[in-house]
């Protein structure tokens, strides 16, 4: 591959965990579960389903248990949930045979932790570590998440510093088994030298994830900038749903269908069938009643079908 | 400039001429006058204000005189036209005096030129030259216009020596005048080989131009790729007005306001006040009367005063 960029990219979709629950009403339980069966059958090899939020939080997932249970998907997928304490973790584990992975997250700034999740990141960091310990001992993959990784609405941008030096957790107890995810709004050369510093910092043991917001239009922008950097791993949502509320309006996540349909063009390999993903895009967007945001769901996927249809 | 980015990047406005002449109803003369009064004052130094087209073929341009009569711009502002043809060349130096430059266009593939204009590409470059020939005798400056030099919606993607062995029209007659645009969808990689490619070929002598779509969502990172190669001039349109009329629905060329936001906040200059250029979309937006594709005109510019603002 031309610019020493990847030859294959791994993608985590998150829609029906950041999707849903960012969204005013509450999807039903039998939408989810043939939303997430569809996406399940896309390619996909990493799927984020639910979060074992409290139900007076978070209403949209109140159904976790519900969804988990009812779900049938191919064994190649890897399911995860996310888990924002200890008492999640207890609701999860009780169906431990129905997930592979969990992922505890905080944020790189105090005032954006505060307002999250209303406790200050050193309480938040033990947390994860109580949660983390005890999933490992379950045998589960686990993964920290960093949100406002690059910038915080509330204080501004971030220095990697700041991020980079938070105790890795989930770099701990177990050699290779390192997963971080860096979450948020940035611009490009920022994104490039955090994940150049990033992999410098951590080393080749932590896989590194990134996970961009469409806030200002500049989300494959810096999916650009990460691969490379060296990052070969992605989140994204399908129709574009998901992303940082702030500020209101503001467009969500990367699309999924439109972060394959770049990678295809590239001629990097993702696994994806995008014909499927722009299916289950043009579901949720149905289930919705609302015009999202996902460009390649208007546009369609590229048919350069000539002989140069590939130039990198 | 960390990873030999350019410091401030040359900026023309399109949407007057690319973006009006997309839309489904002709705008008023009243508000197009008031717009690009409006446009000229956020620091552009480029503006591309109208078409001398036939007017049963785009009737939304139809005023062009009136329009290149009525404005009344600063001094600083370089303003263009874009002439299809000897007879649009006639009509535009009735009004010699009220505008700087001329711009003509053909298309990379011969599929795209006849469905644009309806005749091959050989006869529009022809009459480009004669065009170019005598624009150049009024002392106008010329530049050549290279739709889909990326990839064709009909032809597929274009080889980089189709695009580059057109002769370069504009290049010719006078050292140093040579300016030529690529305009089109393409992807970063393919983006980034092009331009390092052109200007290899063409030299230091021709100042290349790029103008995405941002078709399927990757306008911005397609600019990252073309800063990466060297080029340090873009177009683009308020509000994301303007951009492929194929398929019917994607969205536009990339919007100015959000090409600015990434520029600034990688620490680059363009000139151009945002809240200026957003007050302009706003504008825009409320004569069109429809949501636009703009995600800066949503999420506002980036607030981020911490201390490490700029991280690049």
Redesign the interface.
Known sequence: ???G?PTSVAIREVGPRDGFQNEPETIAADDKVRLIEELARTGLRRLEVTSFVRADVIPQLADAEEVLTRIDLPEEVSLCVLIPNERGLERALALRERFNEVSVFLSATETHNLENVNRPVQESLSGAERVLGRARDEGLRCEAVIAVSF??PY??????DRVLHRPPAARRGRPGAGLRRHHG?G????V???FALAREHLGDDVQLTAHFH????????N???ALEAGCASFESSFGELGGCPV?P???GN??TE?LV??LH???MDTGIDLAAMLACARDVQEVLGRTLG???L???P???????????
């Open positions: 591959m031309a610019d960029l910038g915080c204080e501004g941008a971030v220095r990697p709004d611009q490009s050369a920022q490039r030298s955090f469409n806030t200002r239009g500049q989300g494959l922008a999916v650009l900038a500020p309006g503001a467009t990367i699309a439109d349909s770049m063009e590239m001629g996902s460009h390649t208007v546009a369609g590229v048919d350069w079908t000539g002989p140069g249809r590939r130039l990198a």
